[in-house]
């Protein structure tokens, strides 16, 4: 299974997006739960299709962590970070789980949504290639072809990861792939890697091939920003704030949950796609997720609290690397008055 955040072209989408009926963002739509309790209900749109990094949330929903905090959770599969940002800033999911550089565009492209914060703190954008291209250090990628998608945020990031490493765009080729092919132009020979998630790409490419995989994670070679995180609309955060409020706290105790029973979690996810992938790869994906958790500034505090100044080198990176223009105040981007206190 592959995770295709492409960085899609905004403008184009927008429009048709912000033009529809928004549905869910009232706040009228109650329920009661097995308790007895009134709930809200609540849509949450993932970036992709599930995989091991959402455990949590499925977990989290079969523990009654959700219905702690008020609320009847329905989660949907996505198509893409930059579809669930756009679908989220029009109304049509009342929160979406999405990745920062999708949310980064977004906002730059005048969608109205703001994240309620960051749990994938340490990026999982890796070089992945089978070991026995003997790979160890960004320095061997020198004279190598990589499979990458043009325009996305892998991409885009790349030369800001060669540049930290003394290499110029030129000692590495990078051949442009759909994401859903990159995998078999690793496994076909087409290429000697690709440019993908470590929590994500890596497992299942091990599946297919019966082949060990090796990383070069960005993250360990100089460069760290945000990723994967909880969004919501601004007239969500707007009017529905103490809704928003506890969502976050619900997320935020549904990966501390999933993290201290992994296996539960990774069950807890049976039947929720017909593109699940089998267990043992749900499993080598949510442990690499559970390294992503935090920074050194993070470190031993809830999941999903953040700090403003990741939040600006974040910023740093992609504006570097050309996804931001002209980077605004954090507050543009993050609504540090919801989301988890440190």
Same mark, same amino acid.
């Given at each position: 299974?592959?995770?295709?955040?492409?960085?899609?072209?905004?403008?184009?989408?927008?429009?048709?997006?912000?033009?529809?009926?928004?549905?869910?963002?009232?706040?009228?739509?109650?329920?009661?739960?097995?308790?007895?309790?009134?709930?809200?209900?609540?849509?949450?749109?993932? /970036?992709?299709? $599930?995989? =091991?990094?959402? *455990?949590?949330?499925?977990? &989290? +929903?079969?523990? @009654? !962590?959700?219905?702690?905090?008020?609320?009847?959770?329905?989660?949907?599969?996505?198509?893409?970070?930059?579809?669930?940002?756009?679908?989220?800033?029009?109304?049509?999911?009342?929160?979406?789980?999405?990745?920062?550089?999708?949310?980064?565009?977004?906002?730059?492209?005048?969608?109205?949504?703001?994240?309620?914060?960051?749990?994938?703190?340490?990026?999982?954008?890796?070089?992945?290639?089978?070991?026995?291209?003997?790979?160890?250090?960004?320095?061997?990628?020198?004279?190598?072809?990589?499979?990458?998608?043009?325009?996305?945020?892998?991409?885009?990031?790349?030369?800001?990861?060669?540049?930290?490493?003394?290499?110029?765009?030129?000692?590495?080729?990078?051949? /442009?792939?759909? $994401?859903? =092919?990159?995998? *078999?132009?690793?496994?076909? &020979? +087409?290429?000697? @890697? !690709?440019?993908?998630?470590?929590?994500?790409?890596?497992?299942?490419?091990?599946?297919?091939?019966?082949?060990?995989?090796?990383?070069?994670?960005?993250?360990?070679?100089?460069?760290?920003?945000?990723?994967?995180?909880?969004?919501?609309?601004?007239?969500?955060?707007?009017?529905?704030?103490?809704?928003?409020?506890?969502?976050?706290?619900?997320?935020?105790?549904?990966?501390?949950?999933?993290?201290?029973?992994?296996?539960?979690?990774?069950?807890?996810?049976?039947?929720?796609?017909?593109?699940?992938?089998?267990?043992?790869?749900?499993?080598?994906?949510?442990?690499?997720?559970?390294?992503?958790?935090?920074?050194?500034?993070?470190?031993?505090?809830?999941?999903?609290?953040?700090?403003?100044?990741?939040?600006?080198?974040?910023?740093?990176?992609?504006?570097?690397? @050309? !996804?931001?223009?002209?980077?605004?105040?954090?507050?543009?981007?993050?609504?540090?008055?919801?989301?988890?206190?440190?």
């Amino acid at each position: 299974m592959t995770a295709p955040r492409r960085l899609l072209t905004v403008t184009a989408l927008l429009p048709l997006l912000l033009t529809a009926t928004a549905c869910g963002a009232d706040g009228t739509e109650k329920t009661t739960g097995p308790s007895g309790r009134k709930l809200d209900k609540v849509t949450l749109t993932l /970036n992709w299709y $599930p995989y =091991g990094e959402h *455990a949590p949330f499925y977990y &989290g +929903k079969r523990q @009654g !962590l959700f219905e702690k905090h008020g609320i009847e959770l329905t989660i949907r599969a996505g198509q893409g970070s930059q579809k669930t940002v756009l679908a989220t800033g029009a109304g049509h999911s009342d929160f979406g789980w999405a990745d920062t550089p999708a949310l980064l565009s977004g906002v730059e492209s005048g969608v109205r949504v703001r994240s309620l914060g960051v749990f994938l703190q340490t990026t999982p954008s890796s070089v992945q290639f089978f070991a026995s291209r003997k790979i160890a250090t960004p320095a061997d990628l020198r004279g190598k072809t990589v499979a990458g998608t043009a325009g996305d945020a892998l991409s885009r990031t790349f030369p800001v990861f060669l540049k930290k490493n003394g290499l110029a765009e030129s000692d590495v080729t990078v051949q /442009n792939t759909d $994401p859903a =092919g990159k995998i *078999a132009a690793v496994i076909s &020979g +087409k290429t000697d @890697g !690709l440019l993908g998630y470590a929590s994500d790409q890596g497992p299942t490419m091990k599946e297919k091939s019966g082949r060990d995989v090796g990383y070069l994670r960005f993250s360990e070679h100089g460069l760290n920003f945000y990723s994967n995180g909880l969004i919501a609309a601004q007239r969500t955060l707007q009017e529905r704030k103490e809704l928003s409020r506890r969502m976050v706290r619900a997320v935020s105790e549904s990966f501390a949950a999933a993290r201290e029973a992994p296996g539960p979690a990774i069950a807890a996810m049976d039947g929720a796609s017909g593109q699940l992938p089998p267990r043992r790869v749900l499993a080598e994906q949510f442990g690499t997720t559970l390294t992503l958790l935090h920074t050194p500034a993070t470190q031993g505090k809830a999941p999903g609290v953040n700090t403003e100044a990741d939040w600006r080198r974040t910023l740093d990176v992609f504006t570097e690397a @050309g !996804l931001v223009t002209r980077a605004r105040a954090v507050s543009a981007y993050w609504d540090g008055a919801t989301a988890l206190k440190g």
